[in-house]
């Protein structure tokens, strides 16, 4: 198993950070001494070079892996542990699957560090979100249609991460729970609407690794609860 990939697998809370959204020093302080196992730093818009190094060096200040999730070339900051690249998979447009990646190696090849990165299977679910307006991700899916993109990525393409995207909503709970049982190699990351330890919970038990975002910059004790929630919670086991 590659290095990076050795890194995530104990990974079962996660913060996800915006680099265009204010925090405050004492909030992030927080935030990294919280017990999550590690920071994700990115978004759907608004990320910058600047806003994006800004963020990681304050990050920095703190002993935890944090990862930058590459959603635009621009932004692309050396200095991260590792680096997570999405795929769209239910989208008709191939330029979120493959043609931002090819640009992006015709430019960069030389400078790109090949044992940093990971590959995410993104499986896109809220259609009122920025990522599905920008991609035109297909979100209309019955459970068995998002488990069948999920095996795309686990059994076609071997990616080590499948990613469910719910990005401001919570998740229908019986499409992760079909999702959760096609998948059988790749790691299953949830984010999306999580405001409680309850709703933390309910994913937890059915994915490797929850991802807590926006609910930071809402409520941050709220967000705090859900560390401990995550990883009390014992996952559900399927045959």
């Known amino acids: 198993m590659r290095a990076v990939q050795q890194m995530i697998k104990p990974w079962r809370h996660v913060f996800k950070l915006d680099p265009d959204r204010e925090l405050g020093d004492g909030e992030l302080e927080a935030l990294c001494l919280s017990g999550t196992d590690a920071i994700m730093v990115g978004g759907s818009s608004g990320v910058t070079y600047e806003n994006t190094v800004d963020l990681m060096s304050r990050i920095r200040r703190y002993a935890l892996p944090v990862a930058l999730e590459v959603s635009d070339l621009e932004a692309a900051v050396p200095g991260f542990d590792l680096y997570m690249i999405p795929m769209v998979l239910n989208t008709p447009d191939p330029t979120w699957i493959v043609g931002h990646h090819r640009r992006a190696i015709e430019r960069y ?33 019955q459970a068995e249609e998002a488990a069948a993109y999920a095996q795309v990525a ?15 909503r919570f998740g229908e709970v019986e499409t992760v729970r079909t999702v959760r049982e096609a998948v059988e190699h790749s790691q ?4 999306g609407g999580i405001t409680s330890e309850a709703e933390a919970v309910q ?15 809402q409520d941050l004790e709220q967000a705090l609860l859900t560390v401990q929630a995550v990883k009390n919670t014992q996952q559900m086991h399927f045959e």
């Open 109 to 141: 090849g030389y400078l790109i560090p090949w044992d940093m990165l990971l590959t995410e299977g993104y499986i896109v679910l809220n259609d009122n979100s920025t990522v599905a307006r920008l991609t035109g991700a297909d979100t209309d899916l």
């Open 154 to 168: 686990d059994k076609l393409m071997s990616l080590p991460v499948v990613y469910l995207e719910y990005s401001g």
């Open 188 to 191: 299953l990351f949830y984010g």
């Open 203 to 217: 994913m937890a038990a059915l994915c490797d690794t929850v991802v807590v975002g926006n609910i930071i910059y």
